[in-house]
């Protein structure tokens, strides 16, 4: 049995860019994000602490998000690196970060620019 936790299209207002003006100014970021542990006991117990709690994982984002960085890579490394080292028992996981208006001539009005990193 494999059991993911995911949390889809979270939106922040962050500081990316290789540009300096993108850091200055900022842009709006959609971030999926989902993880695979073993929450198999909360499937019969009916008990937070038998699985992931979703709270956990959107404060890891957040702070994340939160901290500037040239590269939508770094942050989601960052991202990783903080889900790995404060919650051990995930075993998998995906992240994708869209910066919704990139600094492109056309319009992407359903999309924008993205990372997405399985490990």
Not at 5 to 10: D, G, Q, S, T
Not at 89 to 115: E, N, Q
Request: charged share 25%; hydrophobic share 40%.
């Amino acid at each position: 049995m494999e059991c993911s936790v995911k949390l889809e299209r979270m939106h922040f207002y962050a500081y990316h860019g290789v540009m300096e003006q993108e850091r200055r100014v900022g842009n709006d970021f959609e971030v999926t994000l989902e993880v695979w542990y073993p929450f198999e006991n909360a499937l019969e117990s009916d008990n937070l602490e038998d699985t992931l709690n979703y709270a956990t994982l959107y404060a890891i984002v957040e702070r994340e998000m939160a901290v500037p960085s040239r590269l939508l890579e770094r942050v989601a490394g960052r991202i990783i690196s903080a889900i790995k080292k404060d919650i051990p028992l995930v075993t998998a996981g995906v992240i994708s970060i869209t910066k919704l208006h990139p600094p492109f001539k056309c319009d992407m009005p359903h999309g924008g620019a993205a990372v997405t990193i399985k490990w």
